[in-house]
């Protein structure tokens, strides 16, 4: 798959105290020497698939400092999910005939290259509507070591999910409303445990849940076929949610230990 449009939802505002060290108020505009993280992103993906077009959607802050590098940049909306939405509207509108599949790749990978992004791609099943990098710990912890990160239990092991996605055009608008659906909930251990069911908690909270199992939970939830790309790039896992991983990026890219 040489030519691959690419969506690029950069919205939300980071807290007061990481928005101080880092002197932005935005997450896409943090930088790293010359380039923004976005910046960064926005080359990774040009180079891995020369041709396509890249929506990036977030503030006007944001939109202003990308506009010139990217096909189109749009005003956020209220969620993540809606912000994906919204690039995928406008390359529906803007494509003669069916959209396809398209590349979905948060504004925060800070060590993101072409080469995971291709890989990722190369390794996804044409037939599954929803494919999602899995990174586990070992891989993780062997490319970043001492990086803060969160992991899930497993029977396979301790795993973590990355943050660049291959998504299916049309599937994607069909599960526009169990995506809002997972996002008002997230924030909630209950309403996510209902929207889960009991014995997918309990095999979660027993460690006896399998890769398979959030599989096939995940095509019931979405109404399609979703699956895991196991073995993906540690830098697809490595985002900036918080300021300890940006320091620790920092240190990083200036080449300290």
Known sequence: MNVLDAIVPAGGSLDEA???????HHKPLIRFGDQTVLER????????????????????????????????????????????????????????????????????????????????????????????????????????????????????????????????????ERARPHMEAIFERRKSKVAMARLLGPAFVWKLLTKTLTVEDVESKASQILGCKARAVRDAAAELAFDLDYLDDFRYAERIVQGRP
Request: with cysteine.
């Open 18 to 24: 990481f928005a101080s060290a880092v002197g932005v």
């Open 41 to 172: 992103t926005v080359a990774a993906i040009k180079t891995a698939f020369p041709g396509g077009r890249i929506v990036v959607v977030g503030p006007e802050s944001v939109r202003h400092h990308i506009a010139e590098q990217v096909s189109m940049a749009l005003p956020e909306a209220d969620s993540g999910p809606a912000n994906i939405l919204l690039g995928l509207d406008w390359l529906r509108r803007t494509t003669d005939g069916p959209l396809g599949k398209v590349l979905v790749v948060t504004s925060d990978l800070p060590f993101l290259t072409p080469e995971s992004l291709k890989t990722l791609v190369s390794r996804c099943d044409p037939g599954v509507a929803f494919s999602v990098p899995l990174i586990g710990r070992n891989t993780f912890e062997g490319a970043y070591p001492g990086a803060p990160a969160t992991f899930v239990p497993v029977r396979e092991g301790l795993v973590t999910t990355g943050c660049a996605y291959l998504v299916d055009a049309e599937a994607l």
